[in-house]
């Protein structure tokens, strides 16, 4: 049966590293695909691109001074499938946790303090060890900042999804309106057939408004969370609305700006929206002064 090493002690029969009993989480750290007594060297990436190997006995004994300073959230430590260096398995945050970051424990530890070249197998431990917790500290990061993008997104959403089909919508109802126009049915009651354009290009407007409240915040989550790994579209999905792919977010800037480029398509609906009556407007009012219908 695998050896294990549990939290602040030496290793036990069960093949895990198991959490103090004071410890924060009841997670269970395994251990059991770390390299043991007599197995080969273990080949690490290190600083700058070089790449060194690591005697197991030494990674071994690198975790078993790390034990103390690990964190709650650390499920399971492995040797990486590409060979190289080792892979982290991690309980989910929430996002609402503080940013992971070093205990202060590890710097007070006297074992684990940088020390000179004089004595080899010392240092290659405590720089094991010091590379370890750095690329742990880099990858819990990395997957809180994604969760962090979620939870902030979860929050900004709120009721998008319907006011997304609101505009949808409208926008269906006043591309009707104004197809009816070209029609010989628009030509009988023309004055009752522009009254119902101009209700659905007011309900197309107040539509887009709306969306674009929601809009404006969510852009501001994707601008914050900038240096996630997520997209917009994946992170919106993981936050439970896969259907934002088809959502027309502009980007945060836009929603402050009075200024829009004729030709870029990164505005918002409220501007898109007065683009599109503008140019409705305009057709009507040449139609009616040709056609002698123009009213002054």
């Given at each position: 049966?695998?050896?294990?090493?549990?939290?602040?002690?030496?290793?036990?029969?069960?093949?895990?590293?198991?959490?103090?009993?004071?410890?924060?989480?009841?997670?269970?750290?395994?251990?059991?695909?770390?390299?043991?007594?007599?197995?080969?060297?273990?080949?690490?990436?290190?600083?700058?691109?070089?790449?060194?190997?690591?005697?197991?006995?030494?990674?071994?004994?690198?975790?078993?001074?790390?034990?103390?300073?690990?964190?709650?959230?650390?499920?399971?430590?492995?040797?990486?499938?590409?060979?190289?260096?080792?892979?982290?398995?991690?309980?989910?945050?929430?996002?609402?946790?503080k940013?992971?970051?070093?205990?202060?424990?590890?710097?007070?530890?006297?074992?684990?303090?940088?020390?000179?070249?004089?004595?080899?197998?010392?240092?290659?431990?405590?720089?094991?060890?010091?590379?370890?917790?750095?690329?742990?500290?880099?990858?819990?990061?990395?997957?809180?900042?994604?969760?962090?993008?979620?939870?902030d997104?979860?929050?900004?959403?709120?009721?998008?999804?319907?006011?997304?089909?609101?505009?949808?919508?409208?926008?269906?109802?006043?591309?009707?309106?104004?197809a009816?126009?070209?029609?010989?049915?628009?030509?009988?009651?023309?004055?009752?057939?522009?009254?119902?354009?101009?209700?659905?290009?007011?309900?197309?407007?107040?539509?887009?408004?709306?969306?674009?409240?929601?809009?404006?915040?969510?852009?501001?989550?994707?601008?914050?969370?900038?240096y996630?790994?997520?997209?917009?579209?994946e992170?919106?999905?993981?936050?439970?609305?896969?259907?934002?792919?088809?959502?027309?977010?502009?980007?945060?800037?836009?929603?402050?700006?009075?200024?829009?480029?004729?030709?870029?398509?990164?505005?918002?609906?409220?501007?898109?929206?007065?683009?599109?009556?503008?140019?409705?407007?305009?057709h009507?009012?040449?139609?009616?002064?040709?056609?002698?219908?123009?009213?002054?």
């Amino acid at each position: 049966m695998p050896r294990t090493i549990a939290l602040k002690a030496p290793l036990d029969e069960s093949g895990l590293w198991r959490k103090a009993p004071d410890a924060p989480s009841p997670a269970v750290l395994d251990t059991a695909a770390l390299p043991r007594q007599g197995a080969p060297d273990m080949p690490v990436d290190h600083a700058l691109g070089r790449t060194v190997t690591v005697p197991a006995d030494e990674v071994r004994e690198a975790f078993a001074r790390l034990a103390p300073h690990l964190p709650a959230y650390l499920l399971k430590v492995e040797p990486s499938p590409s060979g190289f260096g080792l892979r982290f398995q991690l309980a989910a945050f929430t996002g609402r946790e503080k940013c992971p970051a070093m205990p202060s424990s590890y710097y007070d530890d006297p074992a684990l303090r940088v020390v000179g070249k004089d004595d080899p197998r010392e240092f290659r431990i405590r720089q094991m060890a010091d590379q370890v917790m750095s690329e742990l500290l880099q990858e819990a990061c990395r997957e809180w900042r994604d969760a962090s993008y979620v939870a902030d997104l979860k929050q900004a959403v709120a009721d998008t999804p319907d006011r997304w089909k609101t505009y949808e919508r409208e926008a269906k109802a006043l591309e009707s309106a104004y197809a009816y126009l070209r029609t010989p049915e628009a030509a009988r009651e023309w004055p009752a057939a522009i009254s119902r354009l101009v209700d659905a290009q007011d309900r197309t407007r107040t539509a887009a408004a709306r969306f674009d409240d929601r809009a404006a915040e969510i852009a501001r989550v994707h601008e914050k969370h900038l240096y996630a790994d997520l997209g917009h579209t994946e992170a919106l999905t993981r936050a439970g609305f896969p259907e934002a792919a088809h959502w027309h977010i502009a980007s945060a800037d836009s929603y402050s700006s009075s200024y829009f480029s004729s030709w870029s398509s990164d505005v918002p609906l409220t501007e898109q929206a007065r683009r599109l009556i503008e140019q409705q407007d305009t057709h009507v009012t040449k139609v009616g002064r040709l056609s002698g219908t123009a009213t002054t």
